[in-house]
């Protein structure tokens, strides 16, 4: 009688770029034969792709290590936490093995020693897409790892290092095979997508016939021709990204644009050490817009970074005002162990930060809600996530998954609209988080 798979239990925190880890690692298991545990119990070994960005999620990290210790026993840790192996020893002197990030081989080798396979590799019993943790509808695209920038908040250069851009051929087959498996919206990630290829020197590929340079604006380009929603996010406002602007007006990609701006006034962006930190992104803004009035921007800002004064802060809210962005994330600095922004002088009070923080939030309501209003009487096609006592959530060209609002569709049809598919529906109703529509007659 054949014994049993190995099982492997899997646990990912983090960001989308974690998730992308843990499909890769998750798709080579597959392939050789190895189960994907639904519990602690029910798996032989637990591998933890853990996030080291921010204080908290180093505590969320190793909270979930000692968890998988005191219920399976038998863990191995990767991930951005894996770059301080010692901060998880200390606590987790038990962990079978701990790996950094994007250290495929390494944490498949490791759950080889503890775990080996069972079987010969069956490379074919693996969908061509791999093994997706994200509904089977939309997916992240990585493009690149690591960042060539130094902010001062930020060590993630520290963890995963400069940059390194996947050749556009890569890119571009994976984002074929996820289409060909039903991927309806391709969500390209990175640390800074619009510095894509430039560790490569933008060199060209073959691809098909043609030559193609592994340059964001050409990547935007291919992706627009293979058929799903192209997103993309974690672009900075650089001159070269008015080229993407014309495949947004064309409709190849989304009209969206993911900038983390993190502040409005140039003193603090320079203290931050932000890239295009010069560079007068209102007026770039008022470009793309006049260029194209659909454009949805989402953004993040930090408020309380050390030596912002009261000045520096009304600076941001005017930004603000004056920027119109569509959705918007705010965090109250704090410091995080290993960052350069931890040596400046000025910390700012943390009742300061907070009244800073709802004067913010308050602000940009105001703009949001402002924003979705004049969505109302629209005709868009939205894509269906889920369906939710007959009602379908669905998001449309302007909402990221599980970062912007939903559109919820009621009414005749609407809940039996299949899920993973576009329809085009008509908004009927704005709320300060969302969308309320009906289908389209
Ligand atoms: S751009 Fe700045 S914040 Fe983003 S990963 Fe690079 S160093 Fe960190």
């Not at 190849?252 to 993190?262: A, E, G, S, T």
Request: hydrophobic fraction near 40%; include cysteine.
């Amino acid at each position: 009688m054949a014994s049993r798979n190995p099982r492997v239990g899997f646990v990912s925190l983090g960001c989308p770029k974690a998730l992308v880890d843990s499909e890769r690692i998750l798709t080579q298991l597959r392939a050789e034969g190895y189960e994907v545990a639904p519990s602690y119990e029910a798996a032989d070994l637990v591998v933890v792709n853990t996030c080291g960005f921010i204080d908290d999620a180093v505590h969320e990290s190793l909270d979930a290590i000692g968890e998988a210790l005191a219920q399976n026993g038998r863990v191995i840790v990767t991930g951005c936490l894996g770059a301080r192996p010692e901060k998880i020893t200390a606590r987790h002197p038990a962990v079978l093995k701990v790996t950094g990030p994007h250290a495929y081989e390494e944490v498949v080798g490791a759950v080889h020693e503890h775990l080996p396979p069972q079987h010969d590799p069956f490379m074919d019993l693996v969908p061509p897409q791999g093994i997706r943790l994200t509904p089977r509808h939309y997916a992240y695209l990585k493009i690149s790892e690591g960042c060539n920038h130094r902010c001062r908040f930020c060590i993630i250069p520290s963890m995963c290092g400069d940059l390194a851009s996947r050749p556009i051929d890569q890119v571009l087959n994976e984002a074929i095979r996820l289409r060909n498996a039903g991927v309806r919206e391709l969500l390209v990630i990175s640390q800074d997508t619009s510095a894509y290829g430039a560790d490569l020197k933008y060199r060209a590929e073959q691809w098909g016939n043609r030559e193609i340079p592994s340059r964001f604006v050409d990547l935007a380009r291919e992706l627009g021709e293979l058929g799903p929603w192209v997103r993309l996010h974690y672009v900075y406002p650089y001159p070269h990204v008015d080229a993407v602007i014309p495949l947004m007006a064309e409709g190849r990609v989304l009209p969206y644009l993911d900038i983390p701006f993190q502040h409005g006034s140039p003193r603090i962006l320079k203290l931050m050490r932000r890239p295009a930190h010069a560079v007068n992104t209102l007026e770039r803004i008022r470009r793309w817009r006049s260029e194209l009035p659909q454009l949805t921007i989402r953004s993040t800002f930090i408020v309380g970074f050390p030596g912002e004064t009261e000045d520096d802060f009304r600076i941001l809210l005017d930004w603000l005002e004056e920027a119109e962005l569509d959705r918007v994330g705010c965090f109250r600095y704090s410091p995080v162990e290993g960052a350069a922004a931890n040596a400046l002088p000025d910390p700012v009070p943390d009742e300061i930060k907070e009244e800073r923080w709802h004067r913010f939030m308050q602000a940009q309501q105001k703009i949001s809600s402002r924003r979705l209003a004049s969505r109302v009487g629209r005709h868009m096609r939205v894509l269906v996530d889920a369906i939710e006592d007959g009602v379908a959530i669905a998001r449309s060209e302007a909402d990221a998954p599980e970062i912007d609002g939903v559109v919820r569709v009621r009414g005749r049809g609407a809940g039996k609209l299949p899920v993973g598919e576009f329809a085009d529906v008509l908004v009927t109703g704005a709320s300060e988080y969302g969308l309320e529509a009906k289908l389209a007659s």
